[in-house]
């Protein structure tokens, strides 16, 4: 499974944007709890605009609970 996610931060004039993409072969729950905390202190805990992903129940389960 592919993971992005995407934040973007500032005004017009001052736009930043982060991204980061994982490659997840242990597609369970706790995977994905851990991989969007990483994400989130990389992105100095704010939380992403956007998570593009295929519709995995598990994904699904960790974005809810974050």
């Given at each position: 499974m592919v993971l992005y996610v995407h934040r973007l931060s500032g005004s017009i004039?001052?736009?930043?944007?982060q991204c980061g993409c994982?490659?997840?072969t242990n597609e369970k729950e706790?995977?994905?709890k851990w991989l969007?905390?990483?994400f989130k202190r990389a992105m100095c805990q704010q939380e992403p605009k956007s998570i593009f992903?295929?519709?995995d129940k598990a994904m699904s389960k960790?974005?809810?609970k974050k």
């Open positions: 004039a001052t736009r930043r944007q994982a490659f997840i706790e995977s994905f969007l905390q990483t992903t295929d519709l960790a974005i809810e």
